[in-house]
Each structure stands twice: as C-alpha cells, then as structure tokens.
C-alpha cells in the first residue's frame, strides 16, 4: 500500500515536473523568436536607412558623339571685303551743236551702238545752203586774188621800163595781197559751214549703250552749255567699282603695292551673287584720306563682255594682298560666343574637352582666321557646341575642317 502510495507520488511529481520544465522552454522559445523577428527588423530598417541616405549609382552616362577637327596651318592672302558703287569708265551727253529742226532718231532706247553710228539728224537745209553760199564768195574772192597777181605782174614790167610810177606798182602788190587773204578767209568759212552741216548728223562719239531720247522728232533744238541733252551714251565694254578703303588696308595692302608698282588683287560680286565672279584691277587711288571718315577712295576696273555690269549697280568688293602668310583655320561653326568673348571647345587625348578663348580674324574663304588662342594640331569640336560643355568626356567623330579657297570664286 504503502509502495503504490509512493510510485503515484513519484509519478505524480514526476508528470508535474516534466510540465514545469516544458513552460520555460516554450517561453524562452518565445522569447528568442520575438528577439530573432526585431533583429531582422531593425536590420531591414537599417538597410533601408542607408540606402536612401546613400543610393546606389546610377548607371555610367553615355558620352555624347560630336564632330572633332584638327586646327590646320595655311598660308593664305588676306582679303577685306568693302561695298562700292559701279561707275561708267566713259559716259557722254549727247549735245547738239548746230540748232535747228530734229527730223529723226535713228536708234531704240536702251539699244548698244557702235563708235560712229548715226544717232540724230537736225535738218540740214539751211546748212547745205550756207555751204553754197560760201563757196560762191570763196569763187569770187579766187577770181579777185587771181586778177590782181596778174596786175602785178604786168606792172613789174612796166616798171622795169619806167614806164609807172613806183607808188602805183605798191599798191597794185597790196591790192593782190589782200586778194589772196579773202581768199584764205573764204575757204576758212567754207569749212565751218560745211563742219555745221556735218554736225547736223548727230553720231555716236563711242561705242556703248545709249539711254532714251530726251526729245523728239519734230522739235527745234537749241545749241549752249544750257541746253538739256538729246541722250546719254555709256561704255559697256568696262566699268569702274568705286569704293572706300579704310586707313589700315590701305597701309597693309595697297600702299605697299602701290610702292613696289604692283597690284592688288580685287574681286568683285553682284548683289544676287555668292561670291565674287570677276577679277579686276585697280586703276587709280585718291591723293588724300578723307579726315571724317579716315578712308581713302579707290576705283578699281572689270571687263563686262556679258553687260551685266551696269553704272550705279551695288557691288561686293574682295581686296587682298599679294604676299602670301601663315594661318591658323578653322571652321565658323566651331566658334561659340560668350557675351564679348570667343571661344572653342579643344578635345585632350582622353576626350575631354575644355573651354579656350581665342581670337578671331577675318574670313578666309569658308574658315576662320585664328589670330590668339590655338595651335595647329589641336583638335576642336566643330559640331555639336549646344549639346557639350567644358569638361563632357565625348566621342569624338574626326572629320576635316571645310575646304579652303586660295583665292575668292562664286562659289564662296
């Protein structure tokens, strides 16, 4: 009894214990889990955290793709351009120098004529009979001239003879004299009249073309430096460009030509024309520099086989000099603007580029002279300025600067 008492006491606290046992084991279970939970946690927000106060780099920015040119050395002529005005290498008004009665015009307005051409005829009628009229007088003073030398002659044998008196053989010389000047003046007036019935056929003093006529058939014209013009009459065959030189060019360019007797290369374009077709040369430079505008005028002549060149017509001047220089170029396109200041991009070897200021000259053909700021050799971005900046790494497209011009053509 006493041993059953004890196995179920045993058994008892046996079964209480293992329950007792279990209890801290589930919690400390618990306990562990709920810790495991926050430290995941924590480190999740921990990530979190440092990934949005540091977050990961976004992939490598593609390089952008340019055109790159290398800065290239010439040797060149300088050039100026001006503005100038065409003018006539021979302009006539055509003026009447007898008056009269116009009885025609022998030509259309605006027409070419040739040296000798008849332009207008005055009637001639009262000239033909002034002509007449003064060959009958030149006639009469002949026969005068005539009789009185073979008075004189019969009296230098009278007087050889004694036989008249010396005072009568004077006067007979003089009166034979005096025979013959009438005669000299009459042929005088009988040239003027006919040169007046020339000048009756009006005729083209050079070749070219004339303007409209000033007036009609059927009106009476009168002569005098007053009197208006029948028409005006240009040369064709050349025309002159006139235009001012300011004070540098002309020290750099034409004074020197002018000291070794040389000349200066000048071109010249139209207004509806690129570039300057036509090559002239220059003819004559003014003797002083106008103190107001501190340029000297020069004029310049160009052959106009074709007629376009017309007197008055707006004109494109080029005017270089005739010693060839070296020359940085390049492209125009390549050149950006910071307020007053040029510059360009350079490309290093590792493709990056890099802002350089630079000054600029004149144009030489297409391209850019270069006078500070570069070196031959460097490479330059010449397209593409809007979409890179100093310090971009790029792909660089190597193409050739644009084509040089030694000399101005229509094509520039």
Do not use: C
């Not at 009979?129 to 009278?158: G, H, M």
């Amino acid at each position: 009894m006493s041993d059953s008492l004890n196995n179920s006491a045993t058994h008892a606290s046996t079964k209480l214990g293992t329950k007792l046992g279990t209890k801290p084991r589930r919690l400390a279970l618990a306990v562990s889990a709920v810790l495991f939970i926050l430290i995941v946690g924590a480190g999740i927000v921990g990530a979190i955290r440092v990934h949005a106060s540091n977050p990961e780099p976004k992939g490598a920015a593609v390089a952008t793709n340019v055109d790159v040119a290398e800065v290239i050395s010439r040797s060149i002529i300088d050039w100026q351009s001006y503005s100038g005005k065409l003018e006539a290498v021979e302009r006539v008004e055509i003026r009447p120098l007898v008056g009269g009665t116009l009885t025609a015009v022998h030509f259309k307005d605006g027409s070419l004529v040739k040296k000798g051409d008849l332009l207008f005829t005055i009637d001639p009628r009262p000239y033909l009979a002034e002509v007449a009229k003064v060959q009958a007088q030149l006639a009469a003073a002949q026969a005068r001239s005539d009789y009185t030398a073979s008075d004189v002659t019969r009296a230098e044998r009278l007087l050889a003879d004694n036989a008249i008196a010396r005072r009568d053989y004077e006067e007979k010389q003089n009166a034979a004299r005096e025979a013959a000047a009438n005669v000299l003046a009459a042929k005088a007036a009988l040239q003027v009249a006919k040169l007046n019935l020339e000048y009756t056929q009006i005729t083209a003093p050079i070749s070219g073309r004339i303007s409209r006529a000033e007036i009609t058939s059927g009106n009476v014209i009168a002569v005098g430096v007053n009197s208006a013009p029948l028409s005006t009459l240009v040369s064709v065959s050349q025309v002159y460009a006139a235009f001012d030189v300011d004070e540098q060019s002309y020290l750099k360019f034409v004074h020197p030509a002018q000291a070794k007797n040389a000349q200066v290369s000048v071109y010249l374009g139209l207004a509806n024309e690129e570039g300057y077709s036509r090559q002239g040369k220059v003819t004559s430079i003014d003797n002083r520099v106008d103190a107001l505008s501190g340029t000297i005028r020069v004029r310049a002549v160009f052959d106009n086989q074709d007629g376009m060149l017309l007197p008055g017509l707006f004109a494109r001047i080029h005017l270089g000099g005739n010693v060839p220089h070296q020359a940085l170029l390049i492209d125009e396109k390549a050149i950006g603007t910071d307020q007053d200041k040029r510059f360009v991009l350079i490309v290093d070897k590792d493709n990056h580029t890099a802002y350089r200021e630079v000054h600029v000259g004149a144009r030489q053909g297409d391209l850019m002279i270069v006078e500070a700021g570069l070196h031959a050799g460097e490479h330059i971005v010449v397209n593409g300025l809007q979409r890179t900046h100093p310090g971009d790494t790029i792909t660089p497209n190597m193409v050739p600067m644009s084509k040089i011009a030694t000399a101005p053509s229509a094509t520039l």
